[in-house]
């Protein structure tokens, strides 16, 4: 399955966006030609923009550059709790949460900032959580071909605490185990340990 967004379907102009924003401005009882609503469509799209700019990433690319000169460093790299916001393809409503990207390299490394990059490429589309982990996880086992990958999410859904059954304070975790994490119950172990450690003040 091809992580490209989808082709075909011709973007529709801004002026249609933002006549669309209109149009649910209406559907949600309110008049979008009064004062305070008047440049909410120019805003909304600017805002979709934003939240949505992953589309324009290639994530695969933002891994190409290595470092192979790591004096035989075969451990766990760990970047634990990378922030991220992404947005439910069901509801278009927030899923904001943290991000633990771990891998074991094989000879390459890469920079740790490029695993928080490949978490945002993800995060900024409209998501599912399952999905997007399972994404994350592949795209690093693919371009650096390590010994073992693990992505774990865990995020707050606002289409569960605004809506429906209104469910604050309840966190969903994903993960995703490739390699040496699935198969090697000890790695695992090992993985767990890191992410348990309290983190360093100060940084
Ligand atoms: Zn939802």
């Not at 967004?5 to 669309?20: D, F, V």
């Not at 949600?28 to 799209?45: H, S």
């Amino acid at each position: 399955m091809s992580d490209a967004p989808p082709s075909g379907n011709a973007r529709p102009t801004r002026e249609e966006a933002e006549q669309a924003v209109r149009t649910l401005l209406s559907w949600a009882g309110d008049n979008p030609a009064r004062e305070g609503l008047q440049d909410t469509p120019a805003r909304v799209a600017r805002a979709y923009e934003e939240f949505f700019e992953g589309y324009e990433v290639e994530p695969h690319d933002l891994l190409k550059r290595t470092f192979s000169e790591v004096e035989g460093y075969d451990e766990i790299v760990l970047l634990r709790d990378i922030r991220f916001e992404s947005h439910c393809e069901h509801h278009l409503a927030p899923i904001i949460g943290k991000a633990h990207v771990a891998y074991l390299p094989r000879n390459r490394v890469v920079g740790i900032s490029k695993l928080a990059r490949v978490v945002d490429a993800y995060a900024r589309r409209l998501q599912i959580q399952e999905r997007m982990t399972a994404q994350i996880a592949n795209t690093i086992n693919d371009v650096l071909e390590p010994h073992g990958v693990a992505v774990i999410i865990e995020s707050a859904h606002e289409c569960m605490t605004t809506r429906g059954v209104h469910r604050p304070g309840v966190s969903m975790v994903t993960s995703t185990m490739l390699g040496v994490f699935r198969e090697n119950v000890q790695t695992r172990q090992e993985l767990m340990a890191m992410l348990n450690r309290p983190a360093v003040s100060g940084i």
